[in-house]
């Protein structure tokens, strides 16, 4: 069992930026890409970022590429996720989710079997 713990949402003014943390309880053989996720109200949950603790691969969401910045640091089991030039439609929970997604499907939710609780990102107009 990994749980997972989400910080750093809050209310931004648009243009503005955040970082979000995720401390990982264990990186284990079957939980090696951090993922960031977000739903919307209303909305179906979306990828947004993934990283693999090994290599560091990234992969990005089109909508966030150029904006968002995915890093990682193994000592301390904890990835982040600087945002910036955070516009109205970055308005989410964003969760934090681990898991061994292969190659080419770090954006699919069923790639990943523990998330967090979720944090609250807000973005003013």
């Known amino acids: 069992q990994v749980q997972l713990v989400e910080s750093g949402g809050g209310l931004v003014q648009a243009g503005g930026s955040l970082r979000l943390s995720c401390v990982a309880s264990?990186?284990?053989?079957?939980?090696?890409?951090m993922g960031w996720f977000r739903q919307a109200q209303g909305k179906e949950r979306e990828f947004v970022s993934s990283i693999r603790w090994t290599g560091g691969n990234t992969n990005y969401a089109g909508s966030v590429k150029g904006r968002f910045s995915i890093s990682k640091d193994n000592a301390k089991n904890t990835v982040y996720l600087q945002m910036s030039s955070l516009k109205p439609e970055d308005t989410a929970v964003y969760y934090c989710a681990t898991g061994s997604p292969p190659y080419g499907w770090e954006n699919s939710e069923s790639s990943y079997a523990y998330w967090g609780q979720g944090t609250q990102v807000t973005v003013s107009s």
């Open positions: 264990a990186r284990t053989d079957s939980t090696y890409v």
